[in-house]
């Protein structure tokens, strides 16, 4: 049995008011739910904005290391160097100085002392030597002297002589090894402000100073007991110290040579 056909509500013969007929109705969707009109799929690759990955989001700018960006002030520049503070211009390396009187005033090192090739230290000149000699000599010959006038007196001139020669002898040798093994100076030394070390730049130890002193300045005064022989061969002794001093580079004398030490600038 049909729906009467009714012109005011539309539609055609044989369908129901709202244009549906007997079979399949069409497919009809109420605006505003699912798909809308005018709406189209979003195509493949499509990122709806507002999610997934947001543009200014990941490695902001001003985050993390920039390309060719550095931060001022932090490692080393391109371009920069840092500032040469060591030595002075025109002086030696520090190393070449050993002693604090080797600087002028303000800290900076005076030229022309450095070592000595082959010494621990600055060599003094062939006079600063000799004069320092020639100090310990009136200092020891003083007492020598009044060391052989008791002895003659005592003993006669003969014998007198002899003990006293060997006593000045053992009095210079012991003063040359005490006051070298205080601190390397003897008074004429300390005059001249110069020092004896071993080679290495080492204190001396006393068999060393023992046998130094046995050579120079003893060795002359010893020998100058044997008459006209001893006293030739002791000047001898005393003069070739002397030219060792004066040709060598080191100023090491016969005695120094013996004993592996040497004199430098205290």
Not at 23 to 36: A, I, L, R, T, V
Not at 83 to 99: H, K, T, W
Not at 165 to 184: E, K, P, S, T
């Amino acid at each position: 049995m049909s729906t009467p056909f009714d012109p005011r509500q539309g539609g055609q013969p044989g369908q129901y008011p709202d244009g549906g007929g007997y079979g399949q109705q069409p497919s009809y969707q109420q605006p505003g739910y699912g798909q809308q009109p005018g709406y189209q799929q979003p195509q493949p690759g499509y990122q709806h904005p507002g999610h997934g990955q947001q543009p200014g989001h990941g490695q902001q700018p001003g985050y993390g290391q920039q390309p060719g960006y550095q931060q001022p002030g932090y490692g080393q520049q391109p371009g920069y160097q840092q500032p040469d503070y060591g030595q002075p211009s025109g002086y030696p390396p520090p190393a070449a100085y050993n002693a604090p009187s080797d600087y002028a005033p303000g800290g900076y090192p005076q030229p022309g002392l450095a070592p000595t090739p082959g010494a621990p230290g600055v060599v003094p000149e062939w006079w600063e030597r000799l004069v320092g000699r020639i100090i310990d000599g009136l200092v020891v010959g003083v007492v020598g002297a009044i060391i052989l006038v008791l002895m003659m007196t005592t003993l006669g001139r003969t014998a007198g002589s002899i003990v006293g020669y060997l006593v000045w002898a053992a009095a210079y040798a012991g003063y040359d090894i005490f006051m070298h093994a205080r601190n390397g100076q003897t008074l004429g030394k300390m005059a001249m402000k110069t020092r004896l070390v071993t080679t290495s730049g080492s204190q001396p130890d006393q068999q060393a100073l023992i046998k130094r002193a046995l050579i120079y300045p003893a060795g002359p005064v010893v020998l100058g007991v044997i008459p006209i022989l001893g006293t030739i061969a002791g000047a001898a002794l005393s003069i070739a110290v002397g030219v060792m001093i004066l040709t060598n580079p080191l100023r090491r004398g016969l005695h120094d040579n013996m004993a592996d030490t040497i004199v430098i600038k205290a």
